[in-house]
């Protein structure tokens, strides 16, 4: 998103031109816009234009969590404490590790083999002479809350070792170290340029030894509670660096020593299903040749499982979430069948999660009983799979939480009795966040159903018999990769018994940044565009008008006032009764780092052997589901 597609060209002065979407109060339980104390808005760069969306509106301010800094000093054997060998993405201490960059710095972090095939993280960087970049490697569980997070005592300890080789040599990297306080911060201070720590004065192509006393570490650092070593490429150009076994060492320990080349590593871990969704079978029923194309696709990509939208007619009589099953699917689940590719009758939208809707989504899973009592087993299908997201209802991210949770559960139990009763298999998909700590509240989302307290994944994956998870990464290893968002899922689904698709995107998906207010808004208009950007919401009767302005340009507007009050006017809104706040926050969302779309073949296929590598251990782990099947086949190349 650029600035321009939010504020004219500044050269001209023009008055900036605000995005705006209108939204109903009560859908967010919330009575006047001056009760709203937290929000977040979406620009999303659509090919069409940017457009304005509301993900969150509440009338409580963002909880302020009290931070303890605790620490310990773990039980280590013989002289050094092994913090990491780089074989798995979380640490001993609980830690993980992730890029930074500002572009158009860039780089990424990935465990992986070095060039000698021992086991390291790479970091791989585009430096430019503007913003910076580099990677963290954390000593504490960030998963933890901010009042139980425990960091590393070192005081037994009298220095930091680890390995380290460049792919070309002369390679500039500042070290950094962090304490609990810094790292609060997202801060660390400078220790030492590599090169000023390396036996041979300068980073190399072969492995060398790095050991730095803690004495080096700055006073204003405490290593009663370090929290982060960091990793900062000083000069502009391309290469990569690999980290070998990082130790802390008490006086006079050697090093840990360099693993040996892993074999596993260049194994291939086939996982026992792919799955796909499949969403335009209304076309695919009128259109033989496609319907073809297909059947032959999914079996040379070797899918077994596929998720088939039940086709809506375009003068459907019933009411939403109610679908008969058109009787021209049957030569289609006849070809599916014969190809040992089990079909599940896919449908969802929001607002099934609502009890009003819960009849009619109910009656979909009858018509489909009925359709397979009917037709011969080579032309039924094997289950019923259900793709509703309730936070996409208004009001999830606000007051109506709980609310929405509970139909949604209601709805899951009574169509997983249904299925289940007929011989159907029920799945469900879900957000890969459902296990996650609610950002601003720091709890977990978790909701009283059937007489327990439970976080929401846990529930659903009580009642269904599988799951997909949505997990929408193009990276496997680091802190937000597909390896840490979507292991608290497989760790329940394998005690319970259950199996668990991975989920990953291969659709495009469009650039968007994030802006977030919090606290009392201020009455009236502003009077001039304040960094970062400004929000304004403007009532309506029960609905309201927000208009987001964001301000790259640095650009005095004394007519601001003005101009907004004649845009309401225009809008049919009072400006007397409007509230603003500064943005508090901005953060970009690359398309990219959700999906596979633009990154190709290969970078999917790594991404895939990455994490089945690491979730084989996992009896839940039913393999991979690829969202959706025909940008999968643009993805790969295919040809008809």
């Not at 798995?88 to 060039?115: C, H, I, K, M």
């Not at 000023?196 to 080096?216: D, K, S």
């Not at 190709?600 to 089945?612: H, I, N, S, V």
Request: glycine residues 8%; negative net charge; hydrophobic residues 40%.
């Amino acid at each position: 998103m650029g600035a321009a597609s939010l504020v004219d060209d500044p050269t001209t002065q023009a008055a900036p031109e605000p995005l705006t979407k209108t939204i109903y109060l009560p859908d967010w339980g919330i009575g006047d816009v001056a009760d709203v104390r937290l929000g977040q808005f979406s620009v999303i760069d659509d090919a069409a234009g940017d457009r304005l969306e509301v993900y969150v509106l509440r009338d409580e301010e963002p909880r302020e969590v009290s931070a303890r800094t605790l620490s310990e000093t773990p039980a280590f054997d013989g002289e050094s404490l092994l913090v990491t060998d780089f074989r798995t993405n979380r640490n001993r201490l609980g830690g993980f590790f992730s890029e930074f960059q500002r572009a158009p710095s860039q780089a990424a972090v990935t465990l992986g083999d070095a060039p000698d095939g021992r086991p390291a993280l790479r970091l791989s960087y585009s430096k430019d002479e503007d913003g910076f970049c580099g990677f963290w490697l954390h000593l504490f569980d960030f998963t933890s809350g901010p009042a139980e997070r425990r960091y590393l005592n070192a005081r037994p300890f009298h220095a930091l070792g680890f390995w380290v080789r460049g792919a070309q040599g002369g390679e500039q990297i500042l070290l950094k170290i962090g304490d609990a306080e810094w790292e609060r911060n997202q801060d660390a201070l400078p220790v030492a340029k590599l090169d000023e720590l390396l036996p041979e004065g300068r980073l190399e192509t072969h492995w060398q030894r790095v050991v730095v006393p803690l004495t080096l570490i700055p006073p204003r650092v405490s290593t009663l509670s370090l929290a982060s070593v960091v990793f900062e490429v000083l000069e502009p150009g391309s290469s990569e660096i690999y980290l070998g076994p990082l130790a802390f060492l008490t006086e006079g320990a050697a090093m840990p020593p360099l693993p040996e080349p892993d074999e596993e590593a260049d194994r291939a871990f086939e996982p026992a299903s792919k799955a796909t969704w499949v969403w335009n079978t209304g076309e695919l029923l009128a259109d033989e040749a496609q319907r073809d194309e297909l059947l032959r696709l999914l079996a040379a990509e070797r899918f077994d499982r596929v998720f088939l939208q039940l086709p809506e007619p375009a003068d459907n009589p019933l009411p939403l979430g109610e679908l008969r099953i058109d009787e021209r699917l049957r030569p289609l689940l006849a070809g599916l069948n014969a190809a040992s590719i089990e079909v599940y009758a896919l449908d969802g939208h929001p607002a099934y999660a609502l009890p009003a809707h819960h009849a009619a989504v109910l009656h979909t899973i009858e018509h489909v009983i009925d359709y397979n009592a009917r037709v011969s087993e080579a032309e039924r299908f094997h289950g019923i799979r259900h793709d509703i997201e309730p936070y996409l209802l208004p009001g999830f991210h606000g007051a109506r939480r709980a609310e929405i949770l509970r139909g949604f559960l209601e709805l899951v139990a009574a169509g997983a009795e249904r299925a289940r009763g007929a011989g159907l298999v029920y799945g469900v998909d879900l957000p890969f966040w459902y296990d996650a700590p609610d950002k601003y509240t720091h709890e977990p989302i978790s909701v009283e159903f059937g007489g327990a307290r439970k976080l929401v994944s846990r529930h659903v994956i009580d009642l269904a018999d599988d799951v997909s998870i949505m997990d929408y990464r193009t990276a496997a290893y680091g802190a937000d990769g597909t390896i840490r968002d979507a292991e608290g899922e497989l760790q329940y689904a394998a005690a319970r018994g259950k199996q668990v698709f991975v989920g990953l995107e291969t659709s495009p998906l469009p650039d968007e940044v994030l802006f977030e207010l919090a606290g009392r808004p201020q009455r009236g208009l502003p009077e001039a565009l304040r960094e970062q950007g400004i929000v304004v919401l403007a009532p309506r009767g029960d609905s309201a008008l927000v208009m987001l302005l964001a301000d790259d340009t640095d650009v005095e507007r004394s007519d601001l006032r003005e101009w907004l009050a004649d845009r309401l006017r225009r809008e049919a809104v009072p400006s007397g009764a409007a509230v603003w706040w500064q943005v508090r926050r901005r953060i970009s969302v690359p398309g990219d780092k959700l999906s596979f779309a633009n990154l190709g073949p290969e970078r999917l296929r790594q991404t895939m052997q990455e994490t089945a590598r690491e979730f084989r251990r996992y009896d839940s782990f039913a393999g991979f589901a690829l969202h959706h099947f025909w940008s999968y086949k643009g993805l790969i190349g295919a040809q008809q």
